[in-house]
T-cell receptor, first 114, second 114 residues
Framework: GDSVTQMEGPVTLSEEAFLTINCTYT??????LFWYVQYPGEGLQLLLKATKADDKGSNKGFEATYRKETTSFHLEKGSVQVSDSAVYFCALSDIGAGTYKYIFGTGTRLKVLA | EPEVTQTPSHQVTQMGQEVILRCVPISNHLYFYWYRQILGQKVEFLVSFYNNEISEKSEIFDDQFSVERPDGSNFTLKIRSTKLEDSAMYFCASTGTASSYEQYFGPGTRLTVT
């Protein structure tokens, strides 16, 4: 079945450092891919999305490119801030396979130090 | 901005008791979902609901679980006889149309079964 694999956390960076959080997926159809962020004590917020191969999603300085050849959707940010400290979830939705559910990765906790 | 709301934010119950978790999806949305996140683990799909019936459910969603849309605004998840392993954060989500890939999540209800 479909699955999402994320890099293990926690990831600890200094402010202004470059961030990469790896995400790879397996899917039977042509999934849409998402990154969600969960700040402490809050729910899941959509950070960015990409619905087809080679699409680049971007928001708040974060970017991710849908790479079908490597089945990846890695999250990047050029310069992280303390306020980016949160848990980041990669997810897919394989609507083409007839399902609307999301499949999530395990989440990666990011801690940014001032 | 419209948002999904959930009540209560935290529910403590004894094993064997029934609980009802409540969600108010975004008002013009038609597709509704429940997910759960056991502490420290990934977010898992439970059930999707459309047109007053279940569209899809996971293996987790056994006979102890049920969902209902009792009126035009609420969407509920009932657990008939709670077990210790039901302790988790439960997230409600909604989306407007079948072709809309983005699900909007509520802040979650933390269920603690003692």
């Amino acid at each position: 079945g479909d699955s999402v694999t994320q890099m293990e956390g926690p990831v600890t960076l200094s402010e202004e450092a470059f961030l990469t959080i790896n995400c790879t997926y397996t899917a039977t159809g042509y999934p849409s891919l998402f990154w969600y962020v969960q700040y402490p004590g809050e729910g899941l917020q959509l950070l960015l999305k990409a619905t087809k191969a080679d699409d680049k999603g971007s928001n708040k300085g974060f970017e991710a490119t849908y790479r079908k050849e490597t089945t990846s959707f890695h999250l990047e940010k050029g310069s992280v801030q303390v306020s980016d400290s949160a848990v980041y979830f990669c997810a897919l939705s394989d609507i083409g396979a007839g399902t609307y559910k999301y499949i999530f990765g395990t989440g990666t906790r990011l801690k940014v130090l001032a | 901005e419209p948002e999904v709301t959930q009540t209560p934010s935290h529910q403590v119950t004894q094993m064997g008791q029934e609980v009802i978790l409540r969600c108010v999806p975004i008002s013009n949305h038609l597709y509704f979902y429940w997910y759960r996140q056991i502490l420290g683990q990934k977010v898992e799909f439970l059930v999707s609901f459309y047109n007053n019936e279940i569209s899809e459910k996971s293996e987790i969603f056994d006979d102890q679980f049920s969902v209902e849309r009792p009126d035009g605004s609420n969407f509920t998840l009932k657990i008939r006889s709670t077990k210790l392993e039901d302790s988790a954060m439960y997230f409600c989500a909604s989306t407007g149309t079948a072709s809309s890939y983005e699900q909007y999540f509520g802040p979650g209800t933390r269920l603690t079964v003692t």
